[in-house]
C-alpha cells in the first residue's frame, strides 16, 4: 500500500508539472498574439494618418524605405487656321505652341523616401522640357546649359509637422503646373506662363493640423536654376487650407531679380530693374459628384530700377513701375470616372510692357481674352485631350496668312498624355 501511495504521489506531481507548462506555452502564445495585434493595429492607424491613442506605447518596426519612379510622355497635333501667332505659331503661352504634328516632353521622377529624408530627381526631355527650364543656356547665370533638370531636391522630416527642403523645385505660386498629367488643360494659362516655373533654394513645409498648411522659402531670383549669378535672393510664402472637398492658397515672393547695380564694377549706362513683388489666390472645390470650380488671380509689378548715370547709381528718371494681372475660372463637368469636359475662361493685361506676350499700345498697355474648352478621355493610363481655344488681344498681335494684321487667333489641338 506505500508503495501504491508513492507511485500515486509521484503521478500527481508529475501531472501538475505538465499542466503548469501547458498554461505557461498557452499564456506566452496569447501574449505574443496580443502584442502582434497591437503592432498591426497601430501600424495601420499611422497609415491612416490617425495618432496612436493606446494607454501604452507600441514599439513598431521602422517604415522601410522605398524607391519610386513614375513620370509620362505627352505628343500633339495644332493648328491655327490660318493665322500666325506672336511669337511662334500659337498664342504667348508656355508650351503647344509648335504647328502640325509635334511632340511635348518625356519626364521621368525619381524619388526615395525614407524614415526621415528623401530626395526627389525629376528629369524632362524634349520641346516642353526645355520651355519649362527655360533660362538662356548662353545667358550669364546658366552654368551648364544642361536645361533637363525639372525637380532636383533633397528633404528632411524634422518632425510630422515641419520638413525641410532643399534645391531646385516647381513653383506653389498658381492654379496650373508643368506637368501635362497634372493640368486639364492641354495648353496652358497667361497667368501660369508668365509667372515663376522653378526655384532653387531652401522651403521649409509646415502642417498645422485640421487642414492648414504653410510654406516659407528663401531662393534664388525666380527660374535662376543652377547657381545666383546676381547676388540677391527672393523671398516666397504660401498659406492654404485644404479639405476633402478642395482647397485655397494664398502665395507670395518678393525680391531683386537682376541684381543692384554697383558703381566701381558696372559700366556707364547700365540698368537695373527694381524689386518684383507678386501676390497669387488660387482654390478648387468639388460642388458636388459631377462639378468641379477652379479659380486663379495674380498680379506682380517690378520696380522703377536704377542706372549708373555720372559714375553713380541713381534712380532713373521718369520711369515707372511696370505689371501684370489677370483672373481665370475653371469650371469642370465629370460625365464619369472616363470622361471630363472643362472651360478655362482667362483675362490678362500688362502695363508699360512689363511683359510681351501680345502687342500693346505706346504706352506699353495691353490686355487678352483666352477661351479654352478641352475634352479628357482616359483609356487605362493614357488620356485624349481635343482642346479648341480663342485668343482675343486689344491691339493686333496675329497675322493671317495674306499679311494682314488681326486681333485674334483660334486654336485647334489634339493631346495624348500617358501616365506611368
Known amino acids: 500500500m506505500k508503495t501504491l501511495k508513492n507511485y500515486s504521489l509521484i503521478v500527481l506531481v508529475l501531472l501538475l508539472i505538465s499542466t503548469a507548462s501547458e498554461a505557461q506555452i498557452v499564456l506566452a502564445t496569447i501574449k505574443k498574439d496580443k502584442k502582434k495585434e497591437a503592432v498591426t493595429t497601430s501600424t495601420a492607424l499611422d497609415s491612416a494618418g490617425v495618432k496612436n491613442v493606446a494607454a501604452t506605447p507600441v514599439e513598431e518596426e521602422p517604415a522601410a524605405a522605398t524607391f519610386t519612379l513614375a513620370g509620362s510622355i505627352d505628343v500633339f497635333a495644332r493648328t491655327s487656321f490660318g493665322s500666325i501667332g506672336?511669337?511662334?505659331?500659337g498664342p504667348g503661352?508656355?508650351?503647344?505652341?509648335?504647328?502640325?504634328?509635334?511632340?511635348?516632353?518625356?519626364?521621368?521622377?525619381?524619388?526615395?523616401?525614407?524614415?526621415?529624408?528623401?530626395?526627389?530627381?525629376d528629369l524632362v526631355f524634349g520641346p516642353r522640357g526645355r520651355d519649362a527650364v527655360f533660362y538662356d543656356e548662353f545667358a550669364e547665370g546658366s552654368y551648364t546649359g544642361q536645361r533637363i533638370i525639372n525637380q532636383l531636391y533633397a528633404?528632411?522630416?524634422?518632425?510630422?509637422?515641419?520638413?525641410?527642403?532643399?534645391?531646385?523645385?516647381?513653383?506653389?505660386?498658381?492654379?496650373?503646373?508643368?506637368?501635362?498629367t497634372l493640368n486639364f488643360h492641354y495648353s496652358t494659362s497667361y497667368l501660369f506662363s508668365w509667372g515663376p516655373f522653378n526655384h532653387t533654394g531652401f522651403r521649409t513645409d509646415f502642417t498645422f493640423g485640421d487642414g492648414f498648411v504653410a510654406k516659407l522659402a528663401v531662393m534664388n531670383p525666380t527660374d535662376v536654376l543652377e547657381f545666383n549669378p546676381v547676388n540677391t535672393v527672393t523671398f516666397g510664402g504660401q498659406f492654404g487650407y485644404t479639405n476633402d472637398a478642395g482647397g485655397v492658397w494664398l502665395n507670395a515672393l518678393v525680391g531683386d531679380q537682376d541684381g543692384t547695380l554697383d558703381s566701381d564694377l558696372d559700366p556707364e549706362g547700365a540698368g537695373s530693374?527694381?524689386?518684383?513683388?507678386?501676390?497669387?489666390?488660387?482654390?478648387?472645390?468639388?460642388?458636388?459628384?459631377?462639378f468641379y470650380l477652379g479659380f486663379n488671380t495674380s498680379f506682380q509689378s517690378t520696380?522703377?530700377?536704377?542706372?549708373?548715370?555720372g559714375g553713380q547709381v541713381v534712380d532713373i528718371d521718369g520711369a515707372e513701375s511696370s505689371s501684370f494681372m489677370g483672373a481665370a475660372i475653371y469650371p469642370k463637368f465629370i460625365f464619369s470616372e472616363n470622361a471630363a469636359l472643362g472651360l478655362r475662361a482667362e483675362y490678362f493685361s500688362v502695363t508699360n510692357d512689363h511683359i510681351s506676350p501680345f502687342t500693346t499700345d505706346a504706352e506699353g498697355d495691353g490686355n487678352v481674352i483666352a477661351l479654352t474648352v478641352s475634352g479628357n478621355f482616359k483609356v487605362g493610363n493614357l488620356t485624349f485631350i481635343p482642346e479648341i481655344r480663342l485668343d482675343k488681344t486689344s491691339e493686333n498681335s496675329f497675322e493671317k496668312k495674306n499679311g494682314?494684321?488681326?486681333d485674334s487667333m483660334s486654336s485647334l489641338m489634339l493631346a495624348a498624355v500617358y501616365k506611368f
Do not use: R
Open 86 to 89: 506672336y511669337n511662334v505659331y
Open 93 to 121: 503661352t508656355a508650351f503647344a505652341n509648335l504647328k502640325g504634328f509635334s511632340l511635348g516632353m518625356a519626364n521621368t521622377i525619381f524619388s526615395y523616401q525614407g524614415e526621415k529624408s528623401g530626395f526627389v530627381a
Open 155 to 180: 528633404y528632411y522630416k524634422v518632425s510630422d509637422n515641419v520638413t525641410f527642403n532643399l534645391g531646385q523645385f516647381n513653383t506653389f505660386l498658381g492654379y496650373e503646373v508643368i506637368s501635362p
Open 273 to 290: 530693374a527694381g524689386t518684383t513683388f507678386q501676390i497669387d489666390l488660387t482654390t478648387g472645390w468639388n460642388l458636388g459628384e459631377k
Open 303 to 309: 520696380g522703377t530700377g536704377e542706372a549708373i548715370v
Open 404 to 406: 494682314d494684321a488681326t
